[in-house]
């Protein structure tokens, strides 16, 4: 026996893909801030213009002229930090607000002053302060204080014009009444802002769920077992899921885009969709993507009837049905054999002991001892039968083990080859040293042991030689471990091939039909596959699939 065993090789997976982290920030107060500074910068220019301007000089400064120039520019100075720091949240820092505010409400009040007080007009700005005040101030109690300041302001600089004789008794009045606005605009304003902001925290709330909710049900798509596919009437791929990927085109990588044609991902759910999209009508039918590859099945209904024309594509590996309708089959096939032992043994020992007794009869001629030597041999054939079927419906379920692959093989075709007690080669050839696969070890040697009698057989039949090679791969498309059981015989007919693994079929005379057929079965219980396939110089093979993924 001769084995090369070299280093082990790894297939490399996609790594999950996270998504950016949600963060939801209010700026409408942001802008109303930049829209106030904006309109403090205007104002104060506005104002000096009023002052420089021949035409409406008499209108402004006409009490002081400097202290309205002075003031103005000073209120003009005081929006240079404000319009630096547009870029920052300076407005979330209510005392700092506050501070502005105030200031404002100062300089208005000198330049009113210096004005005329109630007669000028100035005054009436500050509603627009206090209006400000109240969506930029959250706490409706500084809020409210701007509100008094502000009314105070304008009643006692009325109060002191009218003691210096600038204006009489009639204009507070006025002021009293421009007092009442300016309360009634800033609970109006902080009941509009408060309303405004509990639907704005409503919306960002709603926002956030939803996003949640969009990126939860992405995560469900993606991980889902069923592979799920949007197609538009064209026929173009718009959205696949992982296990779409996976079994539709395994050989691309999960983080591609999406967006082929569904014909460039398998041509018979393109063919199945067209006829199923033209008659309305689709029988479920399994087919395979790729030769060797596990059968799928499809399933389709349109997203929205009559309105955008898109389509869903459930995908799904149709494996598991058929292991299921498999076990069925198991669990009759144990209701069978339990007849089985009890009508046929019983009389079948019955006439190979008669056999035997007619044997030893001296007077037995020839001729009837030949027709003795034909019974008791299909006797013994059919009794092998009847051990094959009983083994197989006794088969407890498998206890898989973790199995070096390499080694195992190694010991097990050591194992062999001094139980045969006869000249025979085994070759392995494994370039995975490291190669680890999950498998009944029990079930794994029954396997190795039927396919190597087989193998042996049919290359002494053609050669003369007894002689097998054992040949580990792994197929990175298909994500499979593939253990290949070669020889050097004169290969299955290809008329033969279909029912190959059927159980009673047989080519060879003293064959009982059942060898292949117990072997199939066992791979099936431990997630794995046996096909035939002849190789490219013409030698048989029988090949085991293990799938990544049932590891």
Same mark, same amino acid.
């Given at each position: 026996?001769?084995?090369?065993?070299?280093?082990?090789?790894?297939?490399n997976?996609?790594?999950?893909?996270?998504?950016?982290?949600?963060?939801?920030?209010s700026?409408?107060?942001?802008?109303?801030?930049r829209?106030?500074?904006?309109y403090?910068?205007?104002?104060?220019i506005?104002?000096? /213009?009023?002052?420089?301007?021949?035409?409406?000089?008499?209108?402004?400064g006409?009490?002081?002229?400097?202290?309205?120039?002075?003031?103005?520019?000073?209120?003009?100075a005081?929006?240079?930090?404000?319009?630096?720091?547009?870029?920052t949240?300076?407005?979330?820092?209510?005392?700092? $607000?506050?501070?502005?505010?105030l200031?404002?409400?100062?300089?208005?009040?000198?330049?009113?002053?210096?004005s005329?007080? $109630?007669?000028?007009?100035?005054?009436?700005?500050l509603?627009?302060?206090?209006? +400000?005040?109240?969506?930029?101030?959250?706490n409706r109690?500084?809020? $409210?204080?701007?509100?008094?300041?502000?009314?105070?302001?304008i009643?006692?600089?009325?109060?002191?014009? /009218?003691?210096?004789?600038?204006?009489?008794?009639?204009?507070?009045?006025?002021?009293? @009444?421009?007092?009442?606005?300016?309360?009634?605009?800033?609970?109006m304003?902080?009941t *509009? %802002?408060?309303?405004?902001?509990r639907?704005?925290?409503?919306?960002?709330?709603?926002?956030?769920?939803?996003?949640?909710?969009?990126?939860?049900?992405?995560?469900?798509?993606?991980?889902?077992?069923?592979g799920?596919?949007?197609?538009?009437?064209e026929?173009?791929?718009?959205?696949?899921?992982?296990?779409?990927i996976?079994?539709?085109?395994p050989?691309?990588?999960?983080?591609?885009?999406?967006?082929?044609?569904?014909?460039?991902?398998?041509?018979q759910?393109?063919?199945?969709?067209?006829?199923?999209?033209h008659?309305?009508?689709?029988?479920?039918?399994?087919f395979?993507?790729?030769?060797?590859?596990?059968?799928?099945? %499809?399933?389709?209904?349109?997203?929205?009837?009559?309105?955008?024309?898109?389509?869903?594509?459930?995908?799904?590996?149709y494996?598991p049905?058929?292991?299921?309708?498999?076990?069925l089959?198991?669990?009759?096939l144990?209701?069978?054999?339990?007849?089985? +032992?009890?009508?046929?043994?019983?009389?079948l020992?019955?006439?190979s002991? %008669?056999?035997?007794?007619l044997?030893e009869?001296?007077? @037995?001629?020839?001729?009837?001892?030949?027709?003795?030597?034909? *019974?008791?041999?299909?006797?013994?054939?059919?009794?092998r039968?009847?051990?094959s079927? $009983?083994?197989?419906?006794?088969?407890?379920?498998? !206890?898989?083990?973790?199995?070096?692959?390499?080694?195992?093989?190694?010991?097990?075709?050591?194992?062999?080859l001094?139980?045969l007690n006869r000249?025979?080669?085994?070759?392995?050839?494994?370039?995975?040293?490291?190669?680890?696969?999950?498998?009944?070890?029990?079930?794994?040697?029954? /396997?190795?042991?039927?396919? @190597?009698d087989?193998?042996?057989?049919?290359? !002494?039949?053609?050669?003369g030689?007894?002689?097998?090679? *054992?040949?580990?791969?792994?197929?990175?498309?298909?994500?499979?471990?593939?253990?290949?059981?070669?020889?050097?015989?004169?290969?299955?007919?290809?008329?033969d091939?279909?029912?190959?693994?059927?159980?009673?079929?047989?080519?060879?005379?003293?064959?009982?039909?059942?060898?292949?057929?117990?072997c199939?079965?066992?791979?099936?219980?431990?997630?794995?596959?046996?096909?035939?396939?002849?190789?490219?110089?013409?030698?048989?093979c029988?090949?085991?699939?293990?799938?990544?993924?049932?590891?």
């Open positions: 026996m001769t084995a090369t065993l070299t280093g082990q090789r790894t297939v997976r996609p790594a999950l893909q996270t998504q950016p982290e949600v963060h939801s920030q700026y409408q107060n942001l802008a109303l801030f829209v106030y500074v904006a403090r910068s205007l104002l104060s506005v104002l000096l /213009i009023l002052l420089v301007n021949p035409n409406t000089r008499t209108l402004v006409s009490l002081n002229p400097n202290l309205y120039t002075t003031t103005a520019l000073v209120y003009l005081t929006n240079i930090p404000l319009v630096g720091s547009l870029s949240r300076l407005n979330e820092n209510q005392t700092l $607000m506050l501070l502005v505010f200031v404002d409400i100062m300089a208005l009040t000198l330049l009113a002053d210096t005329g007080g $109630m007669t000028s007009g100035l005054p009436a700005l509603v627009i302060t206090v209006a +400000a005040s109240a969506v930029l101030i959250s109690k500084l809020a $409210m204080l701007v509100a008094a300041i502000s009314v105070l302001a009643l006692l600089d009325t109060t002191w014009l /009218i003691l210096r004789d600038v204006l009489d008794i009639g204009s507070l009045f006025p002021a009293g @009444l421009l007092g009442l606005l300016v309360f009634g605009v800033a609970l304003v902080q *509009i %802002a408060h309303r405004l902001g639907a704005e925290e409503l919306a960002r709330n709603r926002a956030s769920d939803l996003y949640n909710l969009q990126r939860l049900n992405e995560q469900i798509v993606q991980h889902m077992q069923t799920i596919l949007l197609v538009n009437n026929g173009l791929v718009r959205v696949m899921n992982q296990s779409a996976r079994l539709l085109a050989e691309r990588k999960i983080t591609e885009e999406q967006g082929g044609q569904l014909e460039d991902y398998c041509v759910l393109a063919g199945q969709f067209t006829q199923w999209k008659s309305g009508i689709h029988r479920a039918a399994p395979t993507v790729v030769e060797g590859g596990n059968p799928v099945i %499809a399933n389709f209904q349109e997203l929205q009837p009559h309105v955008n024309h898109e389509f869903l594509i459930f995908v799904e590996d494996t049905v058929t292991q299921y309708a498999q076990s089959k198991l669990n009759s144990g209701r069978l054999t339990a007849s089985i +032992a009890h009508e046929i043994r019983n009389p020992g019955a006439i002991h %008669a056999a035997q007794l044997q009869s001296p007077d @037995l001629i020839p001729s009837d001892n030949r027709m003795a030597d034909i *019974i008791q041999h299909h006797s013994e054939r059919v009794n039968i009847v051990e079927v $009983m083994q197989i419906s006794r088969r407890e379920p498998p !206890k898989p083990e973790q199995l070096l692959l390499a080694s195992w093989l190694s010991e097990f075709v050591r194992e062999y001094n139980a000249p025979a080669e085994v070759t392995i050839d494994c370039d995975y040293k490291e190669l680890l696969i999950e498998f009944d070890p029990e079930n794994l040697q029954r /396997i190795f042991t039927n396919l @190597l087989n193998a042996l057989r049919h290359s !002494k039949q053609r050669t030689k007894e002689t097998a090679r *054992i040949h580990i791969d792994i197929d990175s498309t298909l994500h499979q471990y593939q253990i290949n059981m070669i020889d050097n015989g004169s290969g299955v007919a290809f008329g091939r279909a029912k190959l693994f059927e159980p009673f079929f047989t080519t060879m005379t003293e064959g009982s039909g059942m060898g292949l057929y117990l199939k079965e066992l791979c099936e219980i431990n997630n794995a596959d046996l096909d035939y396939r002849p190789t490219g110089k013409g030698e048989s029988f090949r085991i699939s293990i799938n990544q993924r049932a590891l």
